[in-house]
């Protein structure tokens, strides 16, 4: 999509974490997302398809009874690997040491031996659910993807958000999701949703790292974190969202899309990927004149729109 293109085009009116992550980090990021520049090659990196095979392996694990789980471990453990290792098969590049087919099976092995019985159950899973909620008097409508909702006594209906590390489980990896927009993001739906206070998110943390024969672990290898938000945090969330959509539609009209001044957000740093669009932002021509799949072999248009909200359908029947 070159320039004069998505200038015809219409603000958005569907905003998830993603496209609102951008406007927060990199108005020009935005700017190139939203005009499809994507890598070319290699359609996903390998850790974004590990992870979603090892929630295709989590989503019909725990969509298999819980008896035939405790009584015929193996057999439907096997029904469960052969459900994420038919997407690593199709669509996975192994790229050791964390992101390959042996640690899909080997992690999955020690994670049910570390879980073998739950204190929920799944209400509705699958690799990832896609949802859309309006947000209060305006014409735009918040909107995600998510992992599932689970059903646990005392607690009622939560999120359920796997998240799969090449990082070690560390106090600062584990408390991040108390800050998490993300996981506000989820929370917000789903008191929309249900029209009443929920509790919130199940945070589900693998570590993807396979242990060596002296491996010695100073941090956990499986944990989980329940996320909740106050009315007021999530009051806030919502201003928060709406006064960037704002800004962006600032930028829109305007049609001038700033750099970031973190350097990190463009060259990367611990846990953070470097920007894609990092060569061109060093360039001194307009931003806005420029072709950048035309100028590097490794960047492509994306041929179809950003919609995740769309996977599987829309989710609003819990």
Not at 299 to 316: F, H, N, V
Request: hydrophobic share 35%; proline share 7%; glycine share 6%.
């Amino acid at each position: 999509m070159l320039d004069s293109e998505l200038k015809q085009s219409k603000f958005p009116l569907i905003w998830d974490a993603t496209l609102l992550s951008m406007i927060w980090s990199c108005p020009r990021a935005f700017y190139w997302f939203m005009r499809r520049v994507d890598y070319a090659g290699e359609a996903k990196p390998p850790y974004f398809t590990w992870g979603a095979s090892f929630q295709e392996i989590l989503s019909a694990w725990y969509s298999l009874p819980e008896e035939q789980r405790l009584d015929n471990v193996e057999q439907a453990k096997e029904i469960a690997l052969d459900a994420g290792l038919q997407m690593w098969d199709k669509e996975g590049i192994d790229k050791p040491p964390s992101d390959t087919r042996d640690g899909l099976i080997r992690i999955f092995s020690d994670y049910i031996e570390f879980y073998p019985t739950e204190p929920w159950h799944i209400v509705k899973g699958g690799a990832e659910l896609g949802w859309m909620y309006p947000l209060r008097e305006t014409p735009y409508y918040l909107a995600g993807s998510l992992d599932g909702y689970v059903n646990w006594p005392g607690y009622g209906i939560l999120i359920l958000e796997n998240k799969t590390s090449g990082r070690y489980l560390s106090d600062n990896y584990i408390s991040q999701w108390a800050f998490s927009p993300q996981i506000t993001n989820y929370i917000w739906y789903l008191t929309q949703l249900r029209q009443k206070e929920a509790f919130g998110c199940l945070v589900n943390m693998i570590c993807k790292i396979v242990p060596g024969a002296k491996a010695n672990w100073s941090t956990p290898r499986f944990t989980r974190s329940l996320e909740t938000r106050s009315k007021v945090a999530l009051q806030e969330f919502e201003n928060q969202v709406l006064y960037t959509i704002q800004q962006a539609e600032d930028f829109w009209n305007d049609w001038y899309f700033p750099k970031t001044l973190n350097h990190v957000n463009c060259a990367g740093g611990p846990g953070t990927a470097p920007c894609k669009m990092k060569r061109i932002c060093l360039l001194d021509e307009p931003f806005t004149e420029l072709d950048p799949p035309a100028m590097y072999s490794y960047l492509k248009y994306r041929d179809t729109e950003w919609k995740p909200w769309e996977r599987k359908g829309e989710q609003t029947n819990e």
